[in-house]
């Protein structure tokens, strides 16, 4: 196996094992996709549908304008072992996420997320073991959320990414086994007169993420959740929320149109990626289109604030990927623990994974 087939197996496995297996049928259109793992046992009991929600400390990552409608503080840590239908011991995730007022300007937050895919063997060119490494990938983001209006919120993101595939790079080429990036998260939140709040965010938004060059460089996964909450009703003692998400990722790769001699097409279309505003809208009109899109909803049961029960599903055409999701509650004083269970169908690698959660207010 030559070096370069080395590196770019790593980038798939890290890819295909980060978890994005239900936004993503083909993993080759992004990079870091680690990145859109949904965080946090409650929402992820919701069929991943809380964008329109977002009021509690995992805001931060579901949709940043969500912090505007809260108050106090909060310390939110989640755990989950991955794939667990993999029997990968050694693979796991975790969030942490924190959130604070600051009145009269609004209120501010963060989160850090770390994805360990374990230890891997690396071997030369001649498929001869030279050792082992450990391939890792995290992000942290730092969360502003504020009111335009009694009706109207926003928020913002600013988030750096670094991935460590291995500790070097392969053979001759450049790389080192390591890439790094930042972005940028956007996020609204509507409340409108009929019980009704909707949700929008846009995350991602940056330049690509490179581990052995530029050239073949791998855009951000950047993705638009668009998302409803209908609270049906709520009172001192009951109260039942039905959500509803869509998700899109917004990346185009195609051609680059390069010629080379006698005019021959020696263009890679794979190495060409749509630059981010442009990307935006050419997501929507290539072969993909609108079949990527995936769809999920939840509903959620809170009694006396004390228990909760979740009930949700998500489904992915392109993908041909579809899951049910269960969660529950239990609150005790500031303390709420959260777990959440997602069934995909027998011998799916994310069936029986588990979420536990943890959240703290102060």
Request: hydrophobic content about 35%.
């Amino acid at each position: 196996m030559s070096s370069r087939s080395i590196i770019k197996s790593i980038l798939i496995t890290a890819i295909v094992f980060s978890g994005a297996v239900k936004l993503y049928s083909s993993p080759s259109e992004a990079g870091v996709t680690f990145l859109t793992i949904s965080p946090g046992a409650r929402p992820t009991g919701m069929g991943d549908s809380f964008v329109a929600i977002a009021d509690d400390a995992t805001a931060t990552w579901w949709n940043p304008a969500g912090l505007a409608r809260q108050s106090g503080r909060e310390l939110t840590f989640m755990h989950a072992n991955w794939l667990p239908g993999f029997n990968l011991n050694d693979m796991y995730y975790d969030f942490l996420a924190y959130k604070q007022e600051i009145p009269g300007l609004g209120v501010i937050g963060g989160n850090i997320t770390y994805f360990y895919l374990g230890e891997q063997t690396k071997t030369d060119e001649y498929g001869t073991e030279q050792g082992t490494f450990k391939t890792y990938e995290t992000a942290m983001t730092v969360s502003y959320g504020t009111d335009l209006s009694d009706d109207l919120f926003i928020g913002l993101n600013a988030k750096f990414i670094y991935s460590h595939l291995s500790d070097s790079g392969a053979g001759n080429e450049q790389g080192s086994g390591t890439g790094h990036s930042m972005a940028l998260d956007l996020g609204m939140l509507y409340q409108t007169d009929y019980d009704l709040d909707i949700g929008l965010a846009i995350t991602n938004l940056g330049p690509k993420i490179s581990y052995i060059d530029y050239e073949q460089a791998d855009p951000l996964p950047t993705t638009m959740r668009l998302g409803l909450a209908y609270y049906l009703f709520y009172d001192d003692y009951n109260s039942l929320v039905l959500t509803s998400d869509m998700t899109k990722l917004l990346v185009r790769r195609g051609k680059d149109l390069d010629e080379g001699e006698d005019g021959i097409d020696t263009s890679d279309e794979w190495n060409y990626t749509d630059p981010i505003w442009k990307a935006l809208f050419t997501s929507w009109t290539d072969d993909d289109g609108f079949k990527d899109l995936v769809y999920g909803l939840g509903a959620e049961y809170w009694y006396n604030k004390m228990i909760s029960l979740r009930i949700g599903f998500w489904n992915d055409d392109m993908g041909d990927i579809s899951a049910t999701t269960y969660g529950t509650s239990l609150r005790y004083d500031k303390y709420i623990f959260d777990f959440s269970y997602l069934d995909a169908g027998e011998g799916h690698p994310l069936t029986d994974t588990m979420r536990f959660s943890l959240n703290i207010g102060f």
